[in-house]
């Protein structure tokens, strides 16, 4: 089974604060994923990731940045954290490519506060 | 812009069928997906559909047409444990998902 582990499920932290957040997927995926899930909001992707120290602009990728040094690691980065940047932080990975039936596979989320 | 509609909520009977729409305004097309996510999980994948048609797996079916931009998901035999919520996803021509904002479904006895 694929696994998708997340670095923390609750996170806390003050306004200003740069914050990481971690990713690992344990089956060779190329593809990674971070999306936000804000109630009443559909997922919106905030960076991807298609090969070591390769990264896309998702759709709301401000006030954001990303890193993949390891192809099973992904790490979302708040440079100075914000109070609305309060939400539930998803990563998701996928096996390669651009296949049709390429299903991406989710780690338990992250909810983050900030304060 | 493009968009994906869901309805936000649906309850239903254990033992009942119940059907979730999605309709779907994109810039191409190239697959649609059903999650199902339950409270404070991840999704997890339940369906993908390229062409028009039904696709059936075991208590869960997945409906498409392309042409009226539509798609449902079938739940048969409704258990409690399939109270969640389900995600309707669309790759567009950039094989970008889009994501609706999913469907609430409330399951009572």
């Known amino acids: 089974d694929v696994k998708v582990t997340q670095s923390s499920r609750y996170l806390v932290k003050r306004t200003g604060e740069k914050v990481f957040l971690e990713c690992v997927q344990d089956?060779?995926?190329?593809?990674m994923f971070w999306y936000r899930q804000d109630p009443g909001l559909g997922l919106r992707l905030i960076y991807f990731?298609?090969?070591?120290?390769?990264?896309e602009k998702g759709d709301i990728p401000e006030g954001y940045s990303v890193s993949r040094e390891k192809k099973e690691r992904f790490s979302l980065i708040l440079e100075s954290a914000s109070t609305n940047q309060t939400s539930m932080y998803l990563c998701?990975?996928?096996?390669?490519?651009?296949?049709?039936?390429?299903?991406?596979?989710f780690g338990p989320g992250t909810r983050l506060t900030v304060l | 812009g493009q968009n994906i509609d869901q309805p936000t909520e649906m309850t239903a009977t254990e033992g009942a069928i119940v059907q979730i729409n999605c309709t779907y305004q994109t810039s191409g097309f190239n697959g649609l997906f059903w999650y199902q996510q339950h409270a404070g999980e991840a999704p997890t994948f339940l369906s993908y559909n390229v062409l028009d048609g039904l696709e059936e797996k075991g208590r869960f079916s997945s409906f498409l047409s392309r042409s009226k931009g539509y798609s449902y998901l079938l739940l048969k035999e409704l258990q409690m444990k399939d109270s969640a919520s389900y995600l309707c996803a669309v790759r567009d021509s950039n094989y970008q998902l889009i994501w609706g904002a999913g469907t609430k479904l409330i399951i009572k006895p």
């Open positions: 089956m060779d995926h190329e593809n």
């Open positions: 998701a990975s996928s096996l390669e490519g651009w296949a049709s039936t390429d299903t991406q596979y």
């Open positions: 990731s298609y090969d070591v120290k390769m990264k």
